[in-house]
């Protein structure tokens, strides 16, 4: 520790300089006192201290050496009174000491320098500050600054990496400082805007005001590529130039977005670059953590969708026309039929054998089922499915008229869910829905007899449940239509088994009931 009276030599006090000899006296005795009290008081702050202090003379001698950690000091303090700081420092640094210490003695003016000595293998950052004491030596104070310069130096990285990622992002991005914007959009909601859109739209020279109080603080090179321009001076200066009519409105929807606290924002602009090219981009806007309160510092991201944009609209137009030659495909088709349906109309009506002309109507039926389904295709606006509550009701009216069947005679009751199924399900569907209702007609009924046929179609999860039932001659309940059906019934079989992979039951309850469950999920939507 550093005595009293050695403090008292660094300090330059002596009780003969105060009082010149004066002899020993009670005020005397008083000063000395206090003297000492005082010198108590430096030496306790002085062992206390962290800090390195030592007085060095002009050749960077040690002169005086404060209480410290002994590491700092590289040697225990007695060892290097009177030593030089080139017995004990490398030499780079203790150049770098004494020609501070130098410049600190001939301009008579405080020196800082900055320094770092390895201790226990580590490097220690130090701060030293060098005032003149006498016109030979020099106080100088040093303070560990270590964790500031890792700290410095790891702030230092983090900025180089975001720098890099920032320069080097394929994407265009630009940093910006809307808290004038935001400053501004505030006062406009405590004077009692609530409409943003509406007050911008209404003022459009506010509009242009809000868009000069956005600073760009910087640009990165993808930015300058996307947009045409030579450097960032160059794009700055024509800024103004993107600012049309689109990025207006696109610009009051970022204001709208700001006003309501969003910090978070996106959307598709469509924009001019400096070469006058069009280009559609996907803009998000997100405050940087910690800038919530002022939006002092936002990303803008703006990435180039122009090529997807035109792939997508290429897209569209070959969607449409392959839209456009289904519809004919349909619509051909259903004619062809047609013609079928009166070739063979037109061969019925030269026989006057019952049996051709019914075979005749039956097959022609047959033709209507299928020829509605590329009807109902080509008036869908889902040219792959079609709605099979319509197609069952459109279908079966047909039949009606086939048969000259009077709705006093026979009632059809309908209870049909709005059901949409491919038309992969819907013509072999048809074929089976035609032959069940035909055979209704054609068979359960007395020639004077009432009756009803009950066509009910439900959905319930991915199974479709179709039920065709009627009230016509009373059949015996161990009867089996399917041993004793007629080609017609056999092809339904096959047709709902083997074609839409579904199940078939019938039931006799009165009546005839026959019960269809089948999932449309053969094939997939084309178009």
């Not at 002169?63 to 590289?74: C, H, N, R, S």
């Not at 449409?320 to 004919?328: A, D, G, M, Q």
């Not at 009606?400 to 006093?408: C, F, I, M, P, W």
Request: net charge negative; glycine share 4%; with cysteine.
């Amino acid at each position: 520790d550093v005595c009293s009276s050695d403090l008292g030599k660094f300090l330059g006090i002596s009780t003969a300089a105060i009082y010149g000899g004066t002899s020993y006296s009670r005020q005397l005795k008083h000063i000395e006192k206090a003297l000492q009290d005082s010198e108590k008081y430096l030496l306790s702050i002085f062992n206390t201290m962290t800090d390195i202090l030592l007085e060095l003379d002009n050749n960077g001698k040690y002169l005086f050496i404060a209480p410290t950690f002994p590491d700092v000091l590289l040697k225990p303090a007695d060892e290097l009174l009177g030593n030089y700081i080139h017995d004990v420092m490398n030499k780079t640094v203790a150049d770098k000491i004494l020609n501070a210490i130098q410049n600190t003695l001939s301009s008579n003016k405080i020196t800082k320098i900055k320094y770092t000595l390895t201790i226990n293998n580590n490097s220690v950052w130090f701060e030293a500050t060098i005032a003149p004491k006498t016109s030979s030596s020099v106080l100088f104070i040093a303070r560990d600054i270590t964790e500031q310069e890792l700290a410095k130096a790891k702030l230092i990285a983090s900025e180089q990496r975001y720098k890099y990622l920032f320069d080097q992002s394929p994407v265009s991005i630009w940093e910006e400082d809307f808290s004038e914007v935001k400053k501004q959009l505030d006062q406009l909601a405590q004077n009692g805007v609530t409409d943003f859109r509406q007050y911008f739209q209404e003022n459009p020279k506010e509009l242009k005001k809000y868009s000069e109080l956005v600073k760009i603080i910087d640009v990165n090179q993808k930015t300058l590529t996307l947009f045409s321009a030579t450097d960032k001076e160059d794009f700055l200066q024509n800024l103004a130039s993107f600012f049309n009519e689109e990025a207006e409105q696109k610009f009051i929807n970022h204001l709208c977005s700001i006003a309501k606290n969003e910090i978070d924002f996106s959307q598709e602009s469509i924009n001019v670059t400096m070469d006058g090219r069009i280009i559609n981009v996907l803009i998000h806007s997100n405050v940087v953590p910690g800038f919530e309160h002022d939006y002092s510092k936002v990303l803008v991201s703006l990435l180039d969708i122009t090529e997807q944009k035109q792939k997508d609209r290429q897209i569209a137009i070959d969607l449409e026309e392959k839209k456009t030659l289904i519809k004919e495909l349909y619509h051909r088709t259903k004619n062809n039929m047609q013609v079928i349906s009166s070739m063979l109309l037109m061969q019925s009506m030269r026989t006057k054998n019952q049996y051709v002309k019914d075979t005749f109507r039956d097959i022609n039926n047959k033709i209507q089922a299928m020829s509605l389904v590329h009807k109902k295709l080509y008036q869908s606006k889902n040219l792959s499915k079609i709605n099979l509550k319509d197609y069952i009701s459109d279908l079966v009216e047909l039949l009606l008229r086939s048969y000259q069947v009077k709705n006093d005679h026979i009632e059809v009751i309908y209870d049909l869910d709005d059901v949409y199924i491919l038309m992969d399900s819907a013509i072999p569907l048809g074929l089976c829905i035609n032959e069940l209702v035909t055979n209704s007609f054609k068979y359960a009924f007395n020639p004077e007899e009432k009756g009803r046929i009950f066509i009910s179609l439900q959905k319930f999860n991915e199974s479709i449940n179709l039920r065709i039932a009627d009230t016509g001659n009373k059949l015996d309940a161990n009867y089996n239509v399917l041993e004793n059906s007629s080609m017609g019934l056999e092809t339904v079989v096959s047709l709902i088994q083997n074609q839409i992979k579904g199940k078939i039951n019938f039931k006799i309850d009165g009546g005839l009931i026959w019960e269809i469950s089948f999932k449309d999920n053969l094939n997939t939507t084309r178009v």
